[in-house]
């Protein structure tokens, strides 16, 4: 047996050794000469784009893709744009980065996928270069353009393209620049000459390294470590600097033995190899190995893993499933049936499983059927709907909408369907759905009165026309509201409701006297009730007017009693108020008008009307006008003991002294019967 | 803060600490300064979830409420927008963000939704060209917040409008998905009860949610042993009767929102020597009401004819305490009482803070105490005041409550009542005119379509006809209706469920009547029965009431099944749907309470309502333009 440190290598104080695990199955004529090449990490494909320059239509580029092992996984010819630059997703999707700013996707079989731009302005400018990268929001794109300008996006799978601020003296591309994630945040670190700055949302920030060498004269290379924790800058005097991205702590600065470097720098690299064995770290948003296999179709082996790994079943297993019956159903020979079949029995009831991805997935392949199918497995019905109306299953939507409870998803498929349908439809597939049509009329209550109206109308319902019609009087001035109110009659009559018919014609005649004495006495009384309206006619002294209203709309005798005896108190018109009194026997006996007149202060009135009230309340009257002697003879009178001592507690034991024994001896008696 | 929050049997400062967290993480999300422009329903409820403290701490400079126009001039990166998803509110915040582009330097915009996004209200900002000028549009699941250490409200004003009047089931969607996030947290409930409508539809979504979740099995040890789910509507009474306990008199009479009431303040002026003169201060008293002080906690749920007895009990204690003092002679004595004296303190402002509480709601009510007599009351008369406006004076609350009690218990429901008949002639206020008709009318199973006519007929020429509407809705919820058979089938009710006690005690309670001196609500004998010995035995009164009763479990997995020990008490959450008064929580406390109760009650609901508040949620009031 060998020496068995005999192929580690020193590296500083740490060492290394390579093995060599396989060979590439590649046979590259060229090399990598003239290739846009970009690898995926954790042993993911590569692609390549031979001459990415060739322009014409008889000599294009070749786009290749290799599984880590240089097994061909693609190759075709590229007959897009210019490309700039190629990078992979988080999930092995290829983005290709052209010229023009548009960046078109593919799978890792070559498979076109969609495409976006990064803007007009990146349009115009043109791409002078780019940079894929990822953090914890998901793949980012970050562009530099002929206008010395960034474009950056944080994550292409909730696109949200963010300008940069300008970087002060900076023409062309800057020598050397890097992306990374602060704060949550993506930012621009870019160096020109010199300087350095760091480009956020808002602000550009000139930022000096501590411990940067003032020999430097320019910064010409930069890199960040894979775990965007560390930082390395490497400047035109030969020296690198390496330390935290926040570029507050210095970890070391050293000239490097070699000359300046034409490509990338291999020391550089080199140096992060280390630091990465030290830290160790791996940023937690890459995806799990099982997934990386499910993105190469390597389903059975992704299942053992998980099952090894003992993955809870949610988010394993049913993942890898998923993922498999995406695949299958675009499986284009297999009939609907049995690719339903065959995913049901399979996925069963395994835990998590969103049959919608899977039905999402067989509509976009163009198989509608299949994706009902499909959807029926799905227990959700807040995922269903969305994906039932694309493919234009809406009366199903609606009914899956409802079972939902989620009101707001039936609101969705509602408005949904008044775009689609004309409104005779729209409105007979309502009336068959009551859930959905009181939330209609809910929301025409506040957005579309005459719609509402509609509704009434088509449902025949009366009643609520009526009520739809009063309430829309109080939007209108004196004419108009009383035509409405008749409306109102109309449809109250219809729905056989009397009562409201009646009431609501009492509003009118009010309405219209209100309008007369208006033109006749100047006294604006519009909109008062009936009540106010014949309580300010007699505090106006408009007696007979108040007395016709009394009549006319038969106001009940204690009612009208009490209100006049209210209204001449408050206008203190006690010889009025005399009058009434006097002028026929009061329904509601005199007690009231005892007491009217006491919370006016007026004693003296008040007397006049003790004689009146009737023995019962006797009592009371006398203590409302201080009159304790009377009050105490109407109590022994009476004989009752509850009475017989409120007047006592009415007492004071020094000044009536005689009285308060009065009371003791009747209380007794009474206490004895 | 919150402690009060963990003091109960269910900690529920594990719901307010997951909310506190969502709600850092979002303001989190909106890197750098912000303002946050706020619908202003929403400040009270969130005021229960964080200070502003907590959003300080996050970068929150400024807050504004939302209106027209634009967002007012601040020095801030961000503009948050905390909402309910209402249309009427994305057309404000269309406006906002408009004149906000327009500006050099625009703010970057959020949207919070509380408690859920909703399609519809993204579609119109979609509509409104807005859409895409959010960076954040997310959600705050906010469905139950905790009020109290056994209390959990959702704070939804207008849920039984909604729910029984416009037929509009939104809240119950967030009823249900609230359910799930409790159980997410406190395990899956595994047995629910309910009776009505709304709770078999409520019970119906969170079975459907549960087989959503299919697969990812709740591993929490359960916390309740029971849900219970109630429609109001399958007691419209409770809520129209005065409620007799110290909170629920505070409610009825001053109101209290969030947790706070604002009070008259000439009782709580500082009294000092020397400043006789002072002016009398004119800002209401605003007053915190939760179980963290001591005192409320202790009073809160008595009856009010107890409280006095209570207050005076507590100041012996206390200025026993204080006296203490002169006992203390070595050093380590007084070290001990100068360690003391600041929650001695707290307790003497707190005693002198109810004892002015009391003292007002005494002014109002006095007259119901047991040893006043119903025609009198020499502070009636000492206070005289004028019957007006809002103002309830002793007699009149006397006279009220006598009425209602009639009612209750029967007694001529089925004439015109005279007490009504007289505060529509003197115009008392309208609410309260609606409350006694309506307790007539359920107390009556509806009213002959005679007396029913000539209550509208005097309600509408009083207070004007466009009252026609509101009665209307009173009659579609089922609070007012004409009499369709000749069987009443309250007295049944009333037997079978003991809803009126001749012999309340409210001094000392043996039972939930003593909330109402007299009356027990029927929601809460409800759940009493149900606890113990169980609905089985009120079949024939169930089926009075309105809407299905019913049962389902919950599948525990293997493992989590509770051994009960000899003697633990279960515990169930009462779900009022459509809303709960405090006197309804006063008597649910006191079944908790009972020795031998054997179980224990966490009470949640769509929100806490008095009879006001609950009847003006259900009037319209088409507003008049200037004829």
């Not at chain 1, 709309?553 to 005896?565: A, E, G, S, T």
């Not at chain 2, 309250?490 to 009547?513: C, G, H, V």
Request: net charge neutral.
């Amino acid at each position: 047996m060998a020496f068995v440190t005999a192929n580690w290598n020193p590296l500083g104080d740490a060492f290394y050794r390579k093995v060599e695990l396989y060979e590439m199955g590649w046979s590259l004529k060229d090399g990598l000469r003239e290739c846009l090449v970009a690898a995926a990490p954790y042993g993911g494909p590569i692609a390549l784009l031979k001459e990415p320059q060739r322009r014409s239509p008889s000599a294009r580029p070749q786009l290749e893709i290799y599984s880590s092992s240089g097994v061909t996984m693609a190759s075709f010819v590229w007959k897009s744009g210019v490309v700039k630059q190629l990078g992979w997703t988080v999930c092995d999707d290829l983005l290709c980065i052209q010229e023009d700013g548009t960046i078109l996707i593919y799978d890792l079989f070559g498979n076109f996928k969609r495409h976006f731009s990064m803007g007009n302005e990146v349009g115009q400018s043109q791409v002078l270069e780019a940079k894929v990268f990822h953090s914890p929001y998901g793949t980012g794109v970050a562009i530099v353009t002929g206008a010395s300008r960034f474009t950056l996006a944080t994550n292409i799978d909730d696109l949200k393209l963010r300008r940069l601020p300008e970087v002060p003296g900076l023409q062309g591309a800057p020598p050397c620049w890097a992306v990374l994630t602060q704060d949550r945040q993506s930012k621009v670190l870019v160096a020109n000459g010199a300087d350095i700055f760091i480009l956020d949302n808002a602000v550009c920030t000139p930022v000096n390294p501590p411990g940067l060498s003032p020999q430097a004269t320019s910064i010409v290379h930069m890199c960040v470590s894979f775990s965007y924790k560390y930082l390395a800058l490497f400047t035109d005097s030969g020296h690198v600097w390496m330390g935290s991205t926040d570029l507050k702590v210095c970890l070391e600065f050293r000239r490097l033995m070699c000359r300046r470097p034409k490509s990338r720098e291999p020391s550089v690299v080199i140096m992060w190899d280390r630091h990465l064995l030290v830290v160790g770290l791996f940023p937690y948003y890459f995806l799990p190995l099982p997934l990386r296999l499910v993105y190469r179709k390597l389903y059975p082996l992704a299942i053992e893993i998980c099952r090894y790994l003992k993955t809870p079943e949610y988010q394993g297993v049913s993942r890898v499933l998923k993922h498999w019956a995406c695949c299958k159903v675009q499986q284009k020979e297999e009939a609907d049936e049995n690719i339903a079949r065959a995913i049901s029995l399979k996925l069963g009831e395994a835990a998590g499983i969103s049959y919608s991805e899977i039905a999402t997935k067989a509509y976009e392949c163009g198989r509608t059927e299949l994706a009902i199918k499909l959807l029926e497995f799905e227990p959700r019905s807040g995922e269903q709907v969305p994906l039932l109306l694309k493919i234009k299953r809406s009366q199903l939507a609606l009914s899956k909408a409802i079972e939902s409870g989620d009101t707001d998803l039936v609101y969705t498929v509602v408005t949904y369907l008044k775009n689609e349908m004309n409104r005779g439809d729209f409105f007979m597939t309502l009336r068959n759905q009551p859930v959905a049509l009181s939330l209609y009329r809910q929301f025409c209550k506040h957005q579309e009165q005459d719609t509402l109206k509609d509704l009434f109308n088509q449902d025949d319902d009366h009643q609520e026309l009526g009520n739809f019609y009063v309430k829309a009087s109080y939007q209108e001035k004196l004419e108009a509201r009383i035509g409405l109110l008749q409306s109102a009659v109309d449809e109250y009559n219809k729905a056989k409701n009397e009562f409201a018919a009646k009431l609501t014609e009492e509003e009118m005649r009010l309405l219209r006297f209100q309008r007369r004495l208006e033109e006749e006495k100047g006294e604006c009384l519009l909109g008062f009730s009936l009540h106010d309206t014949i309580s300010t006619l007699l505090s106006l002294g408009l007696h007979k007017h108040a007395e016709q209203l009394y009549k006319e709309f038969r106001v009940p005798d204690k009612r009208y009693w009490w209100l006049k005896l209210t209204a001449l108190a408050e206008k203190e018109d006690w010889e009025e108020l005399e009058k009434f009194a006097k002028s026929k026997k009061s329904p509601i006996g005199y007690l009231p008008f005892v007491e009217v007149c006491v919370k006016r202060q007026n004693k003296y009135e008040a007397k006049k009307y003790v004689s009146k009230v009737t023995l019962d309340q006797k009592v009371k009257a006398h203590l409302s006008v201080g009159d304790l002697e009377g009050a105490a003879d109407a109590a022994i009178e009476r004989r009752n003991e509850g009475e017989i001592g409120a007047v006592l507690s009415r007492c004071s034991p020094a000044t009536d002294r005689a009285l308060v024994e009065r009371l003791n001896r009747a209380k007794a008696t009474a206490a004895k019967k | 803060m919150a402690a009060h929050l963990s003091y109960g049997r269910v900690n529920l400062n594990i719901l307010r600490e997951a909310a506190r967290k969502e709600l850092r993480e979002f303001l989190d999300k909106c890197a750098g300064s912000k303002a946050i422009v706020w619908d202003e329903y929403l400040t009270g409820p969130f005021g229960l979830i964080a200070q502003y403290s907590l959003l300080k701490e996050h970068e929150v400079e400024k807050m504004f409420t939302l209106k027209g126009g634009r967002v007012p001039p601040a020095d801030v990166k961000n503009i948050i927008f905390f909402v309910r998803p209402r249309l009427e509110l994305m057309d404000i915040i269309a406006e906002n963000v408009i004149s906000e582009e327009k500006l050099p330097a625009p703010r970057e915009a959020h949207i919070l939704f509380v408690p859920r996004r909703s399609l519809l209200c993204e579609q119109r900002l979609k509509e409104q060209g807005v859409l895409n000028s959010f960076t954040n549009i997310d959600e705050y699941i906010l469905d139950l917040i905790p009020y109290d250490g056994d209390l959990l409200s959702m704070e939804s004003e207008s849920a039984f409008r909604e729910c029984y009047l416009e037929n509009d089931q939104t809240s119950l969607f967030h009823t249900a998905k609230g359910l799930m996030t409790l159980q997410a947290l406190y395990g899956t409930i595994p047995q629910i009860f309910g009776k009505g409508e709304c709770a078999r539809h409520v019970a119906n979504m969170m079975l459907r949610m549960k087989r959503e979740f299919a697969g990812s099995q709740n591993q929490i040890l359960p916390v309740f042993d029971t849900l219970l789910l109630l429609d109001r509507n399958v007691d419209l009474l409770t809520p129209l009767a005065t409620q007799l306990t110290y909170e629920g008199l505070i409610d009825e009479i001053y109101g209290i929102t969030n947790g706070y009431v604002k009070l008259p303040p000439e009782k709580f002026a500082q009294k000092k020597p020397g400043e006789g003169g002072k002016d009398l201060p004119t800002e209401p008293k605003k007053l915190q009401l939760n179980s963290a002080e001591e005192l409320y906690a202790e009073i809160r749920d008595k009856n009010f004819n107890a409280v006095g007895a209570a207050l005076s009990k507590k100041a012996k204690i206390i200025s026993a305490a204080f006296e203490e003092r002169h006992n203390a002679k070595t050093v380590g004595e007084i070290k001990n009482f100068v360690s003391q004296l600041p929650h001695m303190q707290a307790a003497r402002s707190s005693l002198a803070n109810h004892t002015s509480v009391a003292e007002l709601i005494k002014d109002i009510t006095s007259a119901f105490e047991p040893f006043s007599l119903p025609l009198f009351h020499t502070s009636s008369y000492k206070n005289f005041k004028p019957i007006s406006g809002d103002n309830l004076s002793s007699e009149s609350f006397f006279d009220n409550l006598t009425v209602e009690q009639e009612f209750m218990t029967g007694v001529d429901t089925d004439k015109i009542n005279t007490y009504i008949e007289d505060c529509i002639a003197q115009k008392d206020p309208l609410i309260k005119i609606l409350r006694l008709v309506c307790m007539q009318s359920v107390c009556n199973n509806g009213l002959k379509q005679k007396v029913l006519d000539y209550y509208k007929r005097e309600i509408l020429q009083t207070y004007g006809y466009e009252h026609i509407l509101t009665l209307n809705n009173l009659e579609k919820v089922g609070l007012l209706k004409p009499q369709t058979t000749t069987r009443n089938n309250y007295p049944t009710i009333r037997k079978t469920l003991k809803l009126w006690m001749e012999d309340a005690n409210e001094q000392n309670p043996n039972d939930i009547s003593y909330v109402y001196s007299g009356y027990a609500p029927l929601s809460v004998r409800l759940t009493q029965v149900l606890a113990r010995p169980g609905w089985r035995s009120i079949e024939e009164v169930l089926k009075m009431l309105p809407g299905p009763h019913f049962e389902e479990r919950q599948q525990l997995p293997s493992g989590l099944h509770k051994k009960r020990q000899q003697g633990e008490n279960r515990t169930t959450l009462v779900f009022f749907l459509g809303g709960v008064t405090y006197a309804e929580i006063a008597a649910l406390r006191f079944l908790s309470q009972m020795e031998d109760g054997g179980t224990e009650y966490i009470i949640a609901t769509t929100k806490l309502i008095n009879g006001t508040s609950w009847v003006k949620s259900l009037m319209d009031r088409p507003e008049a333009q200037i004829l």
